[in-house]
């Protein structure tokens, strides 16, 4: 499968304008990493949840967050659990604009731990330990997406 073909299947087809009101869709999902595989991986688990899945890198995730808001935000850590640390920001306001916590907030982490214990951002939500499996991950965006 060819770089294309993954990003035109995952990503969301309708433009994005800088000018447009942002729109809260809790049926989305928006899933962050630099790993192409990764991300077609946990959109496969994302869509096993009836869900609409957005694949997107660290880089260009930002854009999307300014257009919409899914329900939960997947975001894979890399090996030291920061390569979607620039997100934050924009994760954290769009949160207190919610008032509700809203997106919700899932790390892939190489480690099985807490957000606090690893030092990371209190708007994680939930760690989901690597390898990813659907066993793992598709619980916990089920309790996000309905709580």
Not at 15 to 26: F, H, K, S, V
Not at 40 to 54: A, D, M, Q, T
Not at 59 to 66: G, K, S, Y
Not at 131 to 142: G, W
Request: hydrophobic share 35%; aromatic share 0%; charged share 25%.
């Amino acid at each position: 499968m060819n770089r294309e073909g993954e990003n035109a299947r995952y990503r969301n087809p309708a433009p994005r304008d800088p000018d447009t009101e942002t729109i809260r869709d809790a049926s989305q999902v928006l899933v962050v990493g630099k790993s192409p595989i990764n991300r077609v991986v946990v959109s496969k688990i994302v869509e096993r949840s009836g869900l609409k899945p957005i694949s997107e890198s660290p880089d260009t995730a930002a854009r999307i967050l300014r257009s919409l808001i899914p329900g939960v935000v997947v975001l894979d850590g890399g090996p030291d659990n920061r390569d979607c640390d620039n997100l934050m920001s924009s994760i954290e306001t769009l949160r207190r604009a919610s008032g509700k916590s809203l997106p919700s907030v899932i790390l892939l982490s190489t480690k099985n731990s807490t957000p606090e214990s690893l030092g990371l951002s209190d708007i994680i939500d939930a760690i989901v330990a690597k390898p990813i499996t659907p066993e793992r991950l598709q619980p916990v965006i089920d309790r996000l997406i309905n709580r």
